[in-house]
């Protein structure tokens, strides 16, 4: 089984530049999160999708950050402009179902802002 | 809110050392509990979970037991080995709405030989 698929690894950008980073799931699952994980720190939360609807996007910083799961597949966060503060590295999540069960994590994509 | 503390790393020990990394939690529910494991150039996955309170989540020789009355979630091998160098994260599920998952901020684990 193929597990979750992150695109691109690296990214470096100059502040006040957009970037966009792109997640494909595992096959079937209908939760999808995207995380945002600072050096020395846990991953935070910044958006759920159940299907291609928001479930939870209470830390999603809205003045900036942006994200859509069209079709309920794939989905892409974006950031724009970027701030320096934003290096980080953010990871893509599925699971079959929303709830307590495990969530399978993506290898992350790791954005430096200059 | 949910919240989930670890105790600090990095931690380094010899080979077949007895390992513990704390972890204790606050929540107004009754949250499931969670090890996550990131080995170096990889991703996180699970290493053990429990659901309620007294269940043992146990994998790859790490245990660790939910305990309500403490609110702690304790990670446990007796014997290390190499191979499990790596950072640790314990989580919760967010007893509220979506029952996200909430994190520590890691235990980075280096074992020599």
């Known amino acids: 089984e193929a597990g979750v698929a992150q695109s691109p690894r690296y990214k470096i950008i100059e502040k006040r530049q957009s970037v966009a980073f792109w997640c494909n799931p595992i096959?079937?699952?209908?939760?999808l999160y995207w995380y945002q994980q600072i050096l020395g720190q846990g991953p935070k939360l910044l958006i759920q999708?159940?299907?291609?609807?928001?479930?939870?996007d209470s830390q999603l910083p809205k003045d900036r950050f942006s994200a859509e799961r069209l079709k309920g597949v794939d989905s892409t966060l974006k950031i724009q402009p970027a701030k320096l503060e934003d290096s980080a590295v953010y990871l893509c999540?599925?699971?079959?179902?929303?709830?307590?069960?495990?969530?399978?994590f993506g290898p992350g994509t790791r954005l430096t802002v200059l | 809110g949910d919240s989930v503390t670890q105790m600090e790393g990095p931690v380094t020990l010899s080979e077949e050392a007895f390992l513990t990394i704390n972890c204790t939690y606050t929540?107004?529910?009754?949250?499931?509990l969670f090890w996550y494991v990131q080995y170096p150039g990889e991703g996180l996955q699970l290493l053990l979970k429990?659901?309620?309170?007294?269940d043992k989540g146990s994998n790859k020789g790490f245990e660790a037991t939910y305990r309500k009355e403490t609110t702690s979630f304790h990670l446990e091998k007796g014997s290390v080995q190499v191979s499990d160098s790596a950072v640790y994260f314990c989580?919760?599920?967010?007893?509220?709405?979506?029952?996200?998952?909430?994190f520590g901020q890691g235990t980075r684990l280096t074992i020599n030989p």
């Open positions: 999540a599925s699971s079959y179902t929303g709830g307590p069960g495990e969530q399978f």
């Open positions: 096959s079937g699952h209908a939760t």
């Open positions: 999708f159940q299907n291609n609807g928001v479930v939870d």
């Open positions: 929540a107004t529910g009754y949250p499931s």
């Open positions: 429990a659901t309620k309170a007294d």
């Open positions: 989580a919760l599920s967010d007893t509220q709405g979506a029952q996200k998952l909430v």
